[in-house]
């Protein structure tokens, strides 16, 4: 497909943001379009909604190939990367997917190209995107494929053009034609399937990651009941070449781990039950971590923790299905007075301190949630001003030596 062609982005977020500005720079002309107004201002003046690694480079190369709007306009090719989260009882909430196929069928023309980035169930493009593109005309030619994004945020731009990727067409011709699309910025190799099986392939890489960290997860409350390190049991058995257990935490978040597996639970069809457990494992560890800061917490009455980190990850803003927020929750329904800090974080349920120092006077434990890199920076020495010093860490990532010569009496998860 020639480079002068348009191709309308829908959904302007971690994926589709940085997918328009690869587009753009390849030399499309590119509209990015997105319902969020304050965004598209944002934008038009050249100030990014949110911070990614490699992001501002792109986009100020882009900016000169690129329109954003509010509104949907005609084009070639649609991406729609919009967010596919779930409902309160686990579903996949296709909401956002259906506006934007009702919204790009408005000005659909006849052998126009749709790509749906965003994360759907099995069947999907098929049944259910489809038909609402040909809703106007049944005897439309749209050529329709699902192109799912493997990139994670902090390391979105090289992922995203270095990583293999599989894309999925309804037919033949639709996963070529998106293939040519893409192989304007991806270097990695590009894999084409069925939009189905793209579909599911999507669904079940993250599905063995949260099925992954679960093991790990059981492995360290297994750990603390038999008093080892599961840190240094799971470095040891990663050393078996056909053995890559990954690492525990205080639950899994983010868009995609925490949603992605409900996609293929939620089917009816048999052989989903380990999936469900693990996302279970996984929903429980909040309740774990609380768990064991209130053991260290027990001799205190009307306790204070500092909770650090709520990005469900280290060194992003993203605090989407962020562990933290249960644990907050929870911690508060004790009657604590949870202080939080996050150096990233800015717009969340709860005040975020940006000065360390003020988050940790008059606390009696430090709960150590996210491993942002600035955490370890931190020289325990220097903190004079909590009640009771105690921290418990979530992700082993602090010098325990360096905390209990300081004074602290130190906890960390699996490590009992
Ligand atoms: N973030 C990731 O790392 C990642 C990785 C792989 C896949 N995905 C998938 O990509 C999709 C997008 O995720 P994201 O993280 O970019 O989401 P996001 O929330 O960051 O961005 C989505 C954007 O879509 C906009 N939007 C919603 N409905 C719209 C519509 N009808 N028309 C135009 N804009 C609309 C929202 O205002 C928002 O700005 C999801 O399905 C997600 O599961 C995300």
Redesign the pocket.
């Known amino acids: 497909m020639a480079k002068n062609k348009t191709i309308c982005v829908?959904?302007?977020?971690?994926?589709?943001l940085p997918t328009a500005c690869f587009l753009a720079s390849s030399g499309y002309k590119v509209i990015g379009?997105?319902?969020?107004k304050k965004?598209i201002n944002k934008l038009k003046n050249k100030q990014l909604p949110?911070e990614e690694p490699g992001l501002q480079k792109i986009f100020q190369k882009a900016f000169k190939n690129t329109n954003f709007s509010v509104e949907?306009q005609p084009a070639d090719v649609f991406i729609i990367?919009?967010?596919?989260p779930i409902t309160n009882n686990k579903k996949a909430d296709l909401r956002?997917v259906k506006?934007?196929a009702g919204?790009i069928s408005r000005v659909l023309k006849n052998g126009n190209l749709v790509i749906i980035?965003?994360?759907?169930p099995p069947g999907t493009a098929e049944r259910v995107v489809l038909p609402i593109l040909k809703k106007k005309d049944k005897n439309l030619q749209v050529y329709l494929s699902h192109a799912?994004?493997?990139?994670?945020?902090g390391r979105?731009i090289k992922e995203m053009a270095e990583n293999d990727r599989i894309i999925g067409g309804i037919d033949n011709k639709s996963a070529e034609l998106t293939k040519l699309i893409y192989s304007s910025f991806v270097k990695g190799k590009i894999y084409l399937t069925n939009a189905t099986t793209a579909e599911f392939v999507?669904l079940i890489e993250n599905s063995f990651r949260d099925i992954n960290i679960a093991f790990a997860n059981e492995l360290a409350k297994l750990c603390d009941n038999i008093h080892i390190n599961v840190w240094e049991a799971i470095k040891l058995a990663n050393l078996h070449p056909r053995v890559n257990i990954h690492l525990p935490g205080p639950g899994v978040g983010?868009?995609?781990l925490a949603?992605?597996p409900w996609f293929l639970i939620k089917r009816g069809v048999n052989g989903t039950k380990f999936i469900k457990l693990a996302r279970n494992i996984n929903d429980s560890m909040p309740d774990y971590v609380v768990g064991r800061v209130a053991e260290m917490l027990k001799e205190i009455k009307k306790p204070t923790v500092t909770i650090l980190g709520v990005a469900y990850k280290a060194d992003v803003d993203?605090w989407r299905e962020t562990p933290a927020l249960k644990i907050i929750k929870l911690a508060k329904k004790k009657g604590w007075q949870v202080e939080i800090h996050d150096p990233y974080v800015n717009d969340f349920p709860y005040k975020i301190e940006k000065d360390f120092k003020k988050t940790t006077k008059g606390s009696d434990c430090i709960v150590l949630i996210t491993d942002h890199d600035f955490y370890k920076t931190i020289n325990p020495l220097e903190i004079k001003n909590m009640r009771e010093k105690n921290i418990f860490d979530a992700r082993n990532s602090i010098n325990e030596q360096k905390w209990q010569k300081a004074g602290f009496k130190t906890k960390i998860l699996g490590k009992d």
């Open positions: 829908l959904g302007l977020g971690y994926i589709g379009v997105d319902l969020d965004k949110f949907i990367a919009v967010p596919t956002f506006q934007a919204d980035e965003s994360t759907i799912p994004e493997r990139a994670i945020p979105t999507k983010g868009h995609c949603i992605d993203d």
